[in-house]
């Protein structure tokens, strides 16, 4: 019995590690601050953008997805809602709130009440300064578990409008031939699953201003 009762405190503590590590981010978790490429996952295109204004809608810069996987123009940052509210190594949570800043441009993606140049969806453009635009800039990452896995295909809904990141296959002419219409659709489907693939991935922490101290 006297065996028994050294043991319980033994048992106690691996049971608590246990829990300890269950809510531990993986390391494949996607992060704060992380620079990526998004792959749209039924179309095999990486979301895009680029200095090309819409000719029509907004006149806003365009967003496109485009096949080439090395294309520098590609690259999106990971950031909170606001200032703050997504530390540097912080993992993304399913249902978090997120901004998608274009690397080379310093703009957000965003989207509003215009209609699509091609399929006449909702638009999706880049918009803003230096990372700063306007509260279209938030979407939603939806995904399954507890984390945003890089092996993942995930959802963004948009926050204002309630529509989803999508690509229908829509092919551009001059001056952005064979790149594919990005736009948001209402309802959620095969068009809009996401993943992550190229980028620089910070490491995660499950308490990145604690980091330090652990």
């Known amino acids: 019995m006297r065996g028994g009762c050294r043991l319980l405190p033994l048992l106690l503590l691996a049971l608590l590690r246990g829990l300890c590590r269950g809510r531990e981010p993986a390391p494949g978790a996607v992060t704060c601050g992380s620079v990526l490429k998004l792959l749209n996952t039924r179309h095999n295109v990486r979301l895009h953008s680029h200095e090309v204004k819409y000719g029509s809608g907004s006149g806003q810069q365009s967003v496109t997805g485009v096949e080439a996987s090395d294309d520098a123009n590609s690259y999106w940052r990971i950031r909170g809602k606001s200032d703050g ?9 399913c249902g978090q709130a997120i901004r998608l800043t274009h690397v080379n441009t310093g703009k957000n993606l965003h989207t509003h009440h215009f209609p699509s140049p091609l399929s006449n969806n909702q638009e999706v453009s880049a918009f803003g300064d230096d990372g700063e635009g306007d509260d279209l800039d938030i979407w939603i990452v939806q995904c399954s578990g507890t984390y945003w896995e890089r092996e993942d295909a995930v959802r963004f809904k948009h926050v204002g409008t309630e529509v989803f990141l999508s690509i229908t296959g829509e092919q551009y002419g001059h001056p952005i031939r064979g790149q594919r219409e990005v736009h948001g659709m209402p309802t959620a489907n ?3 699953y996401w993943k992550a ?9 499950v308490d990145p201003a604690k980091h330090d101290e652990l």
């Open 85 to 93: 509210s997504c530390q540097r190594g912080a993992p993304v949570k």
């Open 197 to 205: 693939m190229e980028g620089v991935f910070i490491k995660p922490s």
């Open 190 to 192: 095969h068009h809009n």
